[in-house]
């Protein structure tokens, strides 16, 4: 049982590192580059969930 829990515990934080990295690319590929003013328009709202993933 502890044992299915650990594995659980580390599949989560991988799934956190891969949304983590996910949402940076996002983020400065847009910030330097973007490609439409919807990329623009939702990049708060990305950054915002983002620092709440670094919060939890």
């Keep these: 049982m502890k044992i299915e829990i650990a594995k ?5 934080a991988e799934e956190k590192k891969r949304l983590e990295s996910a949402l940076l690319t996002f983020i400065e590929r847009t910030a ?3 490609v439409s003013e919807k990329e623009v328009e939702v990049l708060p709202a ?3 969930e983002l620092i709440e993933l670094w919060k939890s």
């Design 46 to 48: 990305l950054a915002h």
């Design 32 to 34: 330097k580059e973007p």
């Design 8 to 12: 659980k515990g580390g599949e989560k």
